[in-house]
T-cell receptor
Framework: QKEVEQDPGPLSVPEGAIVSLNCTYSNSAFQYFMWYRQYSRKGPELLMYTYSSGNKEDGRFTAQVDKSSKYISLFIRDSQPSDSATYLCAMILSYNTDKLIFGTGTRLQVFP | DTGVSQNPRHKITKRGQNVTFRCDPISEHNRLYWYRQTLGQGPEFLTYFQNEAQLEKSRLLSDRFSAERPKGSFSTLEIQRTEQGDSAMYLC?????????????FGQGTRLTVV
């Protein structure tokens, strides 16, 4: 079993839809949770991060962490064709390590 | 350009050849990371440096792989005796001292194809 599980998709939605992207994880020691966006043939870029449980909002993006369920989500409101990309969740353990553990990524396509 | 720079962007090599990639991090970022990403997968951690010191290496980093950051600025990743399974995108990231664990910025990657 992988430490971080993410549905690879693809997820196809119409423009303007609300998108929900999710990851589950097995290690309860994870403390820092991130979402990266990766366009084709580009490096990942950081979208959102949260520390421990809770919600964080930034424009059209909302990140949620539920540590009791080991479940994190990213919501995209009013999705745009420019949001079409692969979305990667990533996590960091709380102790003595700085490496990101990534999910497999979910490919999202927003059609006009 | 103030982003993380990686060269070359693409590399095609024959099996058995050695290859070397270069990463120039964002200025004054003391932490530098190498990841490998295969098609349809998320990036996998390989190794990271704080200044010139290599602090952690993944068991994915076999004896054929070596990374250096001799002056604490740019880094190189060398793969000796390449195998077809080495074909992947090699990503470099850097982080600014003083920020939280989360603020790592990635380069565009070097795509390696071993034929």
């Amino acid at each position: 079993q992988k430490e971080v599980e993410q549905d690879p998709g693809p997820l196809s939605v119409p423009e303007g839809a609300i998108v929900s992207l999710n990851c589950t994880y097995s290690n309860s020691a994870f403390q820092y949770f991130m979402w990266y966006r990766q366009y084709s043939r580009k490096g990942p870029e950081l979208l959102m991060y949260t520390y421990s449980s809770g919600n964080k909002e930034d424009g059209r993006f909302t990140a949620q962490v539920d540590k009791s369920s080991k479940y994190i989500s990213l919501f995209i409101r009013d999705s745009q064709p420019s949001d079409s990309a692969t979305y990667l969740c990533a996590m960091i353990l709380s102790y003595n390590t700085d490496k990101l553990i990534f999910g497999t990524g979910t490919r999202l396509q927003v059609f006009p | 350009d103030t982003g993380v720079s990686q060269n070359p962007r693409h590399k095609i090599t024959k099996r058995g050849q050695n290859v070397t990639f270069r990463c120039d991090p964002i200025s004054e970022h003391n932490r530098l990371y190498w990841y490998r990403q295969t098609l349809g997968q998320g990036p996998e951690f390989l190794t990271y440096f704080q200044n010139e010191a290599q602090l952690e290496k993944s068991r994915l980093l076999s004896d054929r792989f070596s990374a250096e950051r001799p002056k604490g600025s740019f880094s190189t990743l060398e793969i000796q005796r390449t195998e077809q399974g080495d074909s992947a995108m090699y990503l470099c990231a850097s982080r600014q001292p003083g920020q939280g664990k989360t603020e790592a910025f990635f380069g565009q990657g070097t795509r390696l194809t071993v034929v």
